[in-house]
């Protein structure tokens, strides 16, 4: 089940909230707690001697942020950055990331026992569900942050 924010109601106050978010040509949903902002990315830094995903840095909020290539770090072959990326900066525990991402779609809510599980050994999806046309590939938050 799905709802937009603006319809919560008593039957789904026991779902999560999500991010629904685009990456190429996918659709993934993050944890709403997780997600710290959504904001356009000027320049980014790069640093030398770092996982082939991560692209660099970013300052926001007086903070540094490191910038995660989701399209590498799922196994996409040399991906185009997008002219004006976007990312999701997202926190877990002590740690902080930046997600580039291609558009956010909305925030929805979802009932984490109607997921599928996971195919295989994805350690990067904790589940998936079938909404209106669409699978959306829910992001295991902790694999974020290797």
């Known amino acids: 089940m ?5 319809q919560m109601s008593d039957e789904n106050a026991k779902q999560d909230w999500y991010l629904l978010l685009s990456v190429s040509s996918s659709l ?4 709403l707690p997780y997600v710290f902002r ?8 790069p640093i030398p001697e770092t996982k082939e ?20 770090k799922f196994g996409e072959k040399e991906p185009e950055i997008p002219r004006h990326p976007m990312g999701v900066l997202l926190e ?12 956010v779609r909305s925030v929805f809510t979802a009932d984490p026992e109607e997921m599928i599980p996971p195919l295989g050994k994805n350690s990067y ?11 959306i590939s829910f992001l295991s938050i ?5």
């Open 2 to 6: 799905i709802s937009l924010k603006n």
């Open 28 to 31: 993934y949903a993050v944890g």
């Open 38 to 45: 959504i904001t356009a990315i000027d320049q980014i830094h």
């Open 53 to 72: 995903y991560v692209l660099g840095m970013i300052k926001v909020a007086g903070a540094v942020w490191p910038v995660a290539d989701l399209r590498i």
């Open 92 to 103: 877990y525990k002590e740690n902080k990331t930046c997600i580039l991402i291609d558009d």
């Open 125 to 135: 999806v904790s589940g998936s569900m079938q909404i209106e046309n669409s699978i």
């Open 142 to 146: 902790d694999s974020l942050f290797d």
